[in-house]
């Protein structure tokens, strides 16, 4: 079998001639191109490179043998030789210098640093137009953060939203989720596009009692998702999280997958299934195929939580996907500013509200609270904080970061527990100049 050098194997690198290295074997995927059920694209983007990485995250070792046949397989790769090279520095180089120091992370933002950086910030700058109000003189020696979410206790006021396929960032994906989620005394929301079977996940928890809800695509065959319920209840979750913002696959969804995993196209391939065709009754057929509490995910209107909370959902997520979906979708903390407007009466009731979306300081938490939201969800932050190599680390930083900034802005703001956060304390009448000037409820 013939030895390949890295110098050859680099000039394979697009649809005429397209070579991979795979675990120190050089395949010929030329004639494979067009039927790659994930697309042509994701092979090209690895063309004349070792792909074992990327190829691990999806396949088994023996499926290139049996797909491509010994034909294809045009030696082996003298690994010294591959000039793995990016920006004109050796890789290697850039990889040593990728991550900083676990310590050095002392914002959540600093995680962001370290992933790629992303555009869509018109989230995070609505908890900029509100203003805090705080309160002196308030015995705030010790300040208590914890709170309950669907009746479950959670050691803080956050839970970590569904993000797409973890193990993309990071190999651990979301059993290192659900190991850090454990120990910090949070809740995981795990997707239905998840990276590794809910047993797994589940199996990953620091015990059988840590809590962990799941989040629900409706697919269009509605029995499908029956089945997918009846398995995650015997795996043992204790809530179904129904996300109904995202009807249709957005681009800049895509995107953004792109940006934090780089690999479009697999998250195409993974939502193809979701049902466009839902409307109220969906509460009515998800009520009778589970007895768990039952939220809805992606409310962006007070008009649509009011709904929800006549249908007696145990939750409502106000999010718009963390702007992932759509263009200018208003950001849910307007949305939160709208209830306690025009429907404040369904605060505090049989239906608690959550918020996600640019979710990054203790601040912006206070701010959600105050207005009357009972716990926010962080995206994002726990993919950026988990990439870079970190793993169940870096999340578990970046939760510690939140609930050390979150504490100490309790006590600036005179709260000594999530309870006596109140509206007085945000002055919100910059934010309220982007709210819609009249609703019919
Ligand atoms: C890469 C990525 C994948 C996501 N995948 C899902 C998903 O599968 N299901 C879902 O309900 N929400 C998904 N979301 C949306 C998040 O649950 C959440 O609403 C949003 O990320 C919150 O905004 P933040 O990232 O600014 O914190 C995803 C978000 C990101 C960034």
């Known amino acids: 079998m013939a030895v390949v050098k890295g110098t050859e194997l680099a000039k394979h ?3 005429k001639s397209c070579w991979l290295v795979i675990h120190g074997e050089v ?14 694209n994701l092979i090209l983007k690895l063309a004349g490179k070792d792909a074992s990485d990327e190829y691990d995250l999806f396949h088994d070792a023996e499926l290139v043998r049996e797909t491509l046949g010994s034909d294809a397989r045009m030696g082996t790769i003298d690994v010294s030789t591959i000039p793995i090279m990016m920006d004109g520095k050796p890789e290697l ?6 991550s900083p120091p676990l310590s050095s992370m002392i914002s959540v933002n600093d995680f962001e640093n370290v992933a790629e950086k992303i555009s869509m910030k018109g989230n995070a700058k609505a908890y900029q137009k509100i203003l805090l109000r705080g309160r002196i003189l308030r015995k705030v020696r010790r300040v208590d953060c914890s709170t309950t979410i669907l009746g479950y206790p959670s050691a803080l006021p956050i839970y970590t939203s569904p993000v797409g396929l973890a193990k993309l960032v990071h ?29 797994e996940i589940m199996d990953a928890r620091i015990s059988k009692d840590q809590v962990i809800f799941w989040q629900l695509y409706a697919d269009k065959d509605l029995k499908k998702s029956k089945a997918f319920i009846e398995r995650v209840e015997r795996a043992g979750v204790a809530a179904i999280w129904l ?14 997958v792109v940006e934090t995993t780089q690999s479009v196209g697999i998250a195409k391939a993974n939502t193809g299934f979701i049902n466009a065709d839902l409307d109220w009754d969906m509460i009515d057929w998800l009520r009778k195929s589970t007895k768990l509490p039952i939220v809805i995910k992606g409310i962006q209107t007070v008009e649509d939580a009011v709904s929800a909370f006549h249908h007696k959902v145990d939750g409502i997520v106000l999010s718009n996907h963390g702007g992932r979906s759509q263009d200018t979708a208003q950001p ?57 190599g970190y793993g169940e680390y870096g999340i578990r930083r970046m939760i510690q970061i939140l609930r050390n900034e979150l504490q100490t802005n309790m006590a600036f703001i005179g709260a000594s527990n999530v309870r006596e956060l109140e509206r007085n304390m945000v002055n919100t009448s910059k934010l309220e100049k982007d709210m819609v000037g009249s609703v019919k409820l």
């Open 171 to 199: 190999p651990s994906g979301e059993c290192a989720i659900a190991a850090a989620a454990g120990k910090e005394g949070c809740i995981q929301v795990v997707n239905t596009v998840s990276s590794m079977p809910i047993e």
């Open 332 to 388: 849910p903390l307007l949305t939160l500013l709208e209830i306690d407007r025009y429907a404040p009466q369904i605060l505090g009731k049989h239906m608690q509200v959550f918020v996600d979306g640019g979710i990054r300081r203790g601040t912006d938490i206070i701010k959600a609270l105050a207005l009357g939201a009972n716990a926010v969800g962080i995206g994002r932050p726990v993919l950026y904080s988990m990439s870079g």
């Open 13 to 15: 690198n697009d649809r």
């Open 27 to 40: 395949w010929d995927t030329t004639k494979f191109l067009e039927q790659h059920p994930g697309g042509a």
């Open 243 to 256: 996300t109904v913002d995202s009807p249709v696959v957005g681009n800049q969804k895509m995107e953004e």
């Open 93 to 98: 180089v850039l990889e040593a210098k990728k």
